[in-house]
């Protein structure tokens, strides 16, 4: 558990990340999260909310978001903490 969302705002956004993100994969350094229509930037608020580390920046868009990783030996490690978070 790289981080936990500590506070009641937090444990909404953790619930609008469950529901809404439809895949997660990544290449090299970069995440690609996958979403319901409309629901990218949500996704991303929320792990703006987790503060880890290893995440340089994020894009959204309507139903993506796009993770840049700060070295691709950190990717597995994020993945599982955004698969931890949706099961």
Excluded: W
Excluded at 14 to 29: C, D, H, K
Excluded at 58 to 68: E, Q, R
């Amino acid at each position: 558990d790289l981080h936990s969302f500590p506070t009641r705002r937090s444990s909404d956004l953790q619930l609008v990340f469950r529901e809404t993100v439809q895949s997660i994969n990544s290449s090299g350094n970069i995440i690609v999260l996958k979403t319901l229509s409309g629901c990218g930037n949500a996704a991303g608020e929320a792990i703006d909310n987790l503060n880890l580390k290893n995440i340089i920046g994020s894009l959204a868009g309507d139903n993506t978001l796009f993770l840049v990783i700060d070295s691709p030996e950190n990717v597995p490690s994020l993945i599982a903490e955004f698969n931890r978070i949706i099961h």
